[in-house]
């Protein structure tokens, strides 16, 4: 008995130590709506903490909230920072109110925010500030992207390759999403004024999904638009994107333009992707944190927002151009009118467009007419 008493005693002693040895994680990631392999928004950024922690031997780790809420948001960066977290990034829009409490709640703490800065800001159904304000505190790195850009990139570049019936499929009615949508229409317009089209002989379907994960009923959605003529379908969904590659896969001649990152890999359907730079910016951003003598330590800034645009490489198309099926865009037309947006050759309109006012009257419509489905 005696025996078995310091047997237990050793045995306790072990288990004490090895949880205070529990194994501290520096750089956490939290993810937002859907998964880490989303092929998407949060792979991208995942796929840049990644990068940069294993080059520079720093432990990592992400954490999925239980649900889409601002206080599950928050439980999960309290786990990170109890899992020793010392720099925590957080990719999309739904993180800003968190971000503003966690700002003042761990000040020690660093935190990348992706697509928005932080504040705890009420609107009504108009859109109209009612309380709240927007503060982002030194700890804070608040990262944008110019998704009208790259939006307006993938849209001029399947009409130049000769595509007529487009859609646009967005996950949520969030900026980050609103953006591509509005540049996709404005970059078909650009390059159908460029080839003298006739006024409305683009068609653009437009609606916003409601989520950001594949569902068999969106998969149904976008074989009912193939079937109705239209031949590629813009998917800013994240993981969504692979309902329509499945409905597209079924059928001829129907394809996808991917989002956030390259998807090519996703689906033989996918012909281009409208790309933000998250991986590369994670990684610029983390260099400065970590370097002071960093080489982007003006680009990132603690407690400002910077926006990531065509200027500094932040949105592109993929350059290998090969899977345009008509063969019509080149990769010329490509470098020319990115340099036109690089150089602020092109304004995009950004506006949010007033409830009831169509697309043609908002964006000044010539040759592409849009229709909203509800």
Known sequence: MKKLFILLFFVSIVAIVSGCKAKKYEIAMITDVGTIDDKSFNQGTWEGVKKYATE??????????????????????????????????????????????????????????????????????????????ARIEDNVYSIFYAEQESGFLAGYAVVKDGFKNLGFMGGMAVPAVVRFGYGFVQGAEFAAKEMELADDSISIRYHYLGAFEPRPEFQTMAAAWYNDGIEVIFVAAGGAGGSAMKAAESLQNKYVIGVDVDQSNES??????????????????????????????????????????????????????????????????????????????????????????????????????????A
């Open 56 to 133: 520079h031997n720093i432990s990592h780790k992400y954490y999925k909230p239980k649900a889409k809420s601002t206080q599950d948001y928050l439980n999960a960066i309290d786990l990170a920072v109890k899992g020793g977290a010392k720099v925590v990034v957080t990719p999309g829009f739904l993180f800003e109110p968190a971000i503003y409490e966690a700002q003042d709640k761990y000040p020690d703490v660093t935190f990348i925010l992706i697509d928005g800065s932080p504040n705890n800001l009420v609107f009504d159904d108009n859109g109209n500030v009612v309380s709240g304000e």
């Open 268 to 373: 033989v359907t996918v012909i281009t992707s409208a790309i933000k730079g998250l991986a590369n910016s994670v990684i610029q951003c983390l260099s400065v944190i970590y370097d002071e003598n960093s080489e982007y330590k003006d680009l990132f800034v603690k407690g400002t927002s910077v926006t990531l645009d065509a200027t500094n490489n932040g949105v592109a198309l993929p350059e290998d151009l090969s899977r345009f099926p008509n063969k019509n865009f080149t990769a010329n037309e490509y470098q020319s009118i990115f340099n036109r947006l690089k150089n602020d050759e092109i304004t995009i309109n950004t506006q949010a467009k007033p409830a009831g006012v169509d697309f043609k009257t908002h964006f000044g419509l010539e040759k592409v007419s849009v229709t909203e489905v």
